[in-house]
């Protein structure tokens, strides 16, 4: 079955950049988009932003425009989220999802529903 | 970028019980909008798209109703497993916003 699987926890110092990646099984890598949320302790889901795994094209949040870089790794069915100039309010468990469902029409795209989801990166920053 | 207001943010109830589970945007979504089921220590799950559909294996006492700026989640009957935290996501503009939530609680 359709499964995103994310690497391991990560203790980061303030200013350092940290890259979690995740790996989609299961279906067409190539076929769907694939987005980036993220949740801080006890709080809500954050938007951070899509990759296209067919041709690495991005659209970021703007909160994380200049701080973030999604890229792909086609040959390992592999996408990568890099955050840089961490701060203690970037602690969070970040999520990848694949998105089956983005759509076109008319010129205007819409991004789609989540699902599944990756099991959670925590990422702690710390000094 | 569209806000969307999840009410009420706990809902304490019983087994058994109808829950009823309200979010509402900032303008209209059409019928963009999804709900997710999270518990504790776990990644979200889809459970509705496109505001009434059910996703792959979702039971059937879960159904999502409403169009524009109001809808609703309603579990029909409480079993234990669904006491989580459920989510509002709208997916119409950019960029695509979750609400902050409803605690369903026993």
């Known amino acids: 079955q359709m499964q995103m699987v994310q690497s391991g926890p990560e203790v980061k110092k303030p200013g350092a950049s940290v890259k979690v990646s995740c790996k989609a099984t299961?279906?067409?890598?190539?076929?769907?988009?694939i987005q980036w949320v993220r949740q801080a302790p006890g709080q809500g889901l954050e938007w951070m932003g899509i990759?296209?795994?067919?041709?690495?094209?991005?659209t970021y949040a703007q909160k994380f425009q200049g701080r973030v870089t999604m890229t792909r790794d086609t040959s390992a069915s592999t996408v990568y989220m890099d955050l840089g100039s961490l701060r203690s309010e970037d602690t969070a468990v970040y999520y990848c999802?694949?998105?089956?469902?983005?759509?076109?029409?008319?010129?205007?795209?819409?991004?789609?529903?989540?699902?599944?989801w990756g099991q959670g990166t925590l990422v702690t920053v710390s000094s | 970028e569209i806000v969307l207001t999840q009410s009420p943010a706990t809902l304490s109830l019983s087994p058994g019980e109808r829950a009823t589970l309200s979010c509402r945007a900032s303008?209209?979504?059409?019928?963009?909008l999804a709900w997710y089921q999270q518990k504790p220590g776990q990644a979200p799950r889809l459970l509705i798209y496109?505001?009434?559909n059910r996703a792959t294996g979702i039971p059937a006492r879960f159904s999502g109703s409403g169009s524009g700026t109001d809808f609703t989640l309603t579990i029909s009957s409480l079993e234990p497993e669904d006491f989580a935290i459920y989510y509002c996501?709208?997916?119409?503009?950019?960029?695509?916003?979750f609400g902050q939530g409803t605690r369903l609680a026993i």
């Open positions: 999802a694949r998105d089956g469902s983005y759509e076109c029409s008319g010129g205007n795209c819409h991004p789609g529903w989540l699902d599944p």
């Open positions: 299961g279906y067409t890598f190539t076929s769907d988009y």
């Open positions: 990759i296209n795994p067919s041709t690495g094209s991005t």
């Open positions: 303008q209209s979504v059409s019928s963009y």
């Open positions: 496109d505001a009434s």
């Open positions: 996501h709208q997916r119409s503009n950019w960029p695509p916003t």
